[in-house]
């Protein structure tokens, strides 16, 4: 099984659970509905990974992600939900799951996690190639941390070392080979968290 970092201790995640369009304008730029209630859908531990492995039609999507204990955020780390986007495209025309395009191996890239215990004023930052191409947080976001933490917890159940991918905001697009990515997680303005990637081809 596959592992993350919280504070130096390594925690075996059952399961991501990951929200979809919970920023409106990334909603916007990819031409879909703003929902009436979450969209959610899970990807297996085995889609964890510490780096980002290139695929063709790979997009990244940063996201503020929440680890779980007893049934409360105990931590607060940077995710990338990679998504192959063709395929995305496909499914959803034909009203099919994502897990071909969400929840295949090394479709959830982690930095390490830290311990959180105030959820306000967040932010996520992913920068490519030196320049920023998404920015968003708890602010923006359509449905808050605790909102998500309970209907999530009310719908699959939420156990130990399981992490919730929060949603990405605008900015979203392809992974190149050779590209080099800074994922951001800031609090209250100051850095939190801070990963440096380059994308390797497997």
């Known amino acids: 099984m596959r592992k993350i970092n919280l504070n130096n201790k390594k925690i075996t995640p059952c399961k991501i659970v ?3 369009r919970n920023y409106v304008e990334h909603i916007q730029e990819l031409n879909n509905e703003i929902p009436s209630e979450p969209v959610y859908f899970i990807k297996p531990n085995s889609a964890i990974s510490d780096e980002i492995i290139y695929k063709e039609g790979l997009h990244y999507e940063g996201e503020i992600s929440f680890l779980i204990r007893d049934k409360e955020i105990v931590g607060v780390g940077f995710g990338f939900d990679l998504t192959l986007r063709d395929i995305q495209t ?10 071909r395009c969400k929840a295949f191996k ?6 390490k996690f830290v311990e959180i215990n105030d959820l306000d004023n967040l932010e ?6 030196d320049k920023v191409v998404q920015r968003g ?3 923006l976001m359509i449905y808050k941390p605790e909102f998500l933490l309970k209907d999530i917890d009310e719908i699959f159940g939420l156990d130990d070392g399981d ?5 990405t905001p605008k900015g979203v697009g ?3 080979k050779g590209d080099e990515f800074i994922g951001r997680i800031y609090k209250d303005g100051e850095i939190l968290i801070e990963k440096k990637w380059r994308v390797i081809e497997n």
């Open 18 to 20: 990951c929200v979809g």
């Open 90 to 99: 496909k499914l959803k025309e034909k009203g099919l799951p994502w897990e």
């Open 106 to 111: 090394a479709s959830a890239v982690f930095s």
């Open 124 to 129: 996520v930052e992913v920068v490519k190639n």
């Open 137 to 139: 947080g708890t602010p």
């Open 163 to 167: 992490i919730i991918m929060s949603g």
């Open 174 to 176: 392809k992974v190149e």
